[in-house]
C-alpha cells in the first residue's frame, strides 16, 4: 500500500490549508503529526465508511476529517491555522479495523509526509 500524502506549505496564522493522501484500498485512515524535537502525536482519523471521526482536543473544531471514496482520497481541512501546528503531517492506513483509532500502533501504512508551516 502506497500513501501519497500532499497540500502542505507555508501559511500564516489564520489562515487554511487542505492535505489529501491518496489511498487505494477499503482503509480507516489517520493523519499524525511530529514537530521538531518532539514526538509523533495524533490529528484526527476516519473510519472507512466516513461515518465515524475522532479528532486530538488540539484541533478539534478547527480541523475537519473527510473522505471520499470513489476517488480513493482522504482529506485534512485546517482552519484557523496556529504556529503550534507547524509540523510534518503524515497520513496512515488501517487496515485491521473500522474504528477511527488515535493510537499509531493500529496503523499499518505510513505516508512519507508533508510539511505545514505556519507562520506567527
Known sequence: VQLQASGGGLVQAGGSLRLSCAASGRYAMGW?????????????AISWSGGSTNYAGSVKGRFSISRDNAENTVYLQMNSLKPEDTAVYYCAADEHSDYATARSGDYDYWGQGTLVTVSS
Open 32 to 44: 499524525f503529526r511530529q514537530a521538531p524535537g518532539k514526538e509523533r502525536e495524533f490529528v484526527a
